[in-house]
């Protein structure tokens, strides 16, 4: 079989039986049938901080490893001994929903992997319905979930989610920017407001002053002329 066919057959995330071929300092070659050795990387084996290749994987044995990238021009193919993820992280997308398992539960959450490289994290408020007093109230740890991505920041690698019904979030989001703008022209009258009289220095201000204590000597004087008429 062609070299250059059975690397092109190949794709990412394809499950392989392999055969240890060399065992080097940075990694292990083995023989996945396609007519050249792919590169399994000490990176790869599964396990954290490997020194020693030859502690993990031995000449001859068999594994069972998944394509991790594949330079067919290059005819290089890499490995590894861990199940790639099952949602790519570039794939990811706002408004897209997934079946998820809950896999941690906190005060303020639940933790949801959705087959990314990382769980979601489903905040207590958008777990339900109306109000949540604690997380452990709606789900547990094992519960099958559906889950939509609000959020995620790919540098972070983190994922926001909701399991609330598309409508409810719309609704909530909705009330939300209905109440902000009669908040913000509220502040923005009063910041103006504020601006208007602190914006002025110097002369301004000091006429500013001046205004405010004739207004107050006036006002004494019409209490105090209020009550001697009271007499």
């Not at 099952?86 to 897209?96: D, L, R, S």
């Not at 409508?167 to 504020?194: G, I, R, W």
């Not at 405010?212 to 000597?217: D, I």
């Amino acid at each position: 079989m062609n070299d250059t066919s059975s690397l092109a057959s190949l794709h990412v995330g394809e499950e392989r039986t392999a055969t240890v071929k060399a065992i080097e300092l940075y990694g292990a070659f083995v023989d996945i049938g396609i007519g050249s050795d792919a590169l399994l990387h000490i990176s790869q084996l599964g396990k954290p901080n490997v020194r020693n290749v030859g502690d993990i994987v031995k000449i001859g044995d068999s594994l069972k490893v998944y394509v991790l990238k594949v330079d067919a021009e290059n005819k290089r193919v890499a490995v590894s001994l861990v199940k790639p993820a099952k949602v790519n992280w570039e794939e990811i997308k706002e408004g897209e929903t997934y079946d998820g398992e809950v896999v941690r539960v906190e005060s303020y959450g639940a933790f949801i992997d959705i087959g990314a490289e990382r769980p979601g994290m489903a905040h207590i408020s958008e777990l339900a319905e109306g109000f949540v007093k604690q997380a452990s109230d709606v789900v547990k740890v094992g519960d099958k979930v559906q889950v939509r991505v609000l959020k995620y920041n790919r540098k972070k690698k983190q994922i926001d989610l909701s399991m609330k019904p598309v409508e409810e979030s719309v609704a909530s989001y909705q009330d939300d920017e209905d109440d902000e703008p009669q908040l913000t022209a509220m502040a923005l009258a009063l910041q103006k407001a504020m601006k208007g009289t602190s914006s002025d220095s110097g002369r301004s201000a000091a006429t500013n002053r001046k205004a405010k204590q004739r207004q107050q000597q006036e006002d004494i004087i019409a209490r105090t002329l209020r009550s001697h008429g009271s007499n």
